[in-house]
């Protein structure tokens, strides 16, 4: 039964401190996305990568926020520094890309950060 | 650009039929989906349809999909408490990279 696996599942850290986040994406596809949900914004595309390589980061905070593919098994999502308002759930998506359509978007559970 | 809206809340008695509706502006979208979500649980994909079919049904679920109309809803026949969930539509498109989700629809089911 492929999924895509996020760790850690929750994490509460202090305002400041380096918060990475990991996702194994399923095997076999070749695109990972990042999302961000929380009540006031809904979900939001943060990131997405396609065969390893960045193709989007317009959703993501720059100064803070850093999204890289090490290799196809990992994908990762770091933010130094923390902020209170980073609080929320994120995503890891990964799926299929063939030629120019995407399909089969498959996400993981998440992990919910909360920041104090 | 693309949009894709739905409305927040529904709300259905145990037994009967749930239909959640999405608008979608993008005439050029290939794939419509469905996706589900749990309390404390990540998006979990329910069903999909091609631009080209009026409709899937798959157990409990038809998708009915109104392309003149930008129009995508999800039936849930026979809707059972464990179907109370936040239902996401969301679409993609030749070219685009990404998915475009609404913002869901809270589907409450009372017993």
């Known amino acids: 039964d492929a999924r895509v696996t996020q760790t850690p599942r929750h994490k509460v850290t202090e305002m400041g401190q380096e918060v990475t986040m990991r996702c194994q994406p399923i095997?076999?596809?070749?695109?990972v996305f990042w999302y961000r949900q929380t009540m006031m914004q809904g979900l939001e595309l943060l990131a997405y990568?396609?065969?390893?390589?960045?193709?989007?980061d317009s959703g993501m905070p720059k100064d803070r926020f850093s999204a890289e593919m090490p290799d196809a098994t990992l994908a990762t999502l770091k933010i130094q520094p923390s902020e209170p308002r980073d609080s929320a759930v994120y995503f890891c998506?990964?799926?299929?890309?063939?030629?120019?359509?995407?399909?089969?978007?498959?996400f993981g559970p998440g992990t919910r950060l909360t920041v104090t | 650009g693309e949009d894709v809206e739905q409305s927040l809340f529904l709300s259905v008695r145990e037994g009967d039929s749930s239909v959640i509706n999405c608008t979608y502006t993008?005439?050029?979208?290939?794939?419509l989906y469905w996706y589900k979500q749990e309390p404390g649980a990540g998006l979990q994909l329910l069903t999909y349809?091609?631009?080209?079919?009026d409709m899937k049904q798959d157990q409990r679920l038809t998708v009915l999909l109104n392309k003149k109309d930008k129009h995508l809803s999800l039936r849930i026949a026979d809707t059972q408490t464990g179907d109370s969930a936040i239902y996401f539509c969301?679409?993609?498109?030749?070219?685009?990279?990404?998915?475009?989700f609404g913002s869901g629809t809270r589907l409450q089911v009372q017993p």
């Open positions: 349809i091609f631009s080209n079919m």
């Open positions: 990568f396609r065969n390893r390589a960045p193709l989007d």
């Open positions: 095997l076999g596809h070749n695109t």
């Open positions: 993008d005439s050029s979208s290939t794939y």
């Open positions: 969301a679409e993609g498109g030749t070219g685009r990279r990404a998915l475009t």
């Open positions: 998506a990964s799926g299929l890309v063939l030629g120019q359509e995407i399909y089969e978007q498959y």
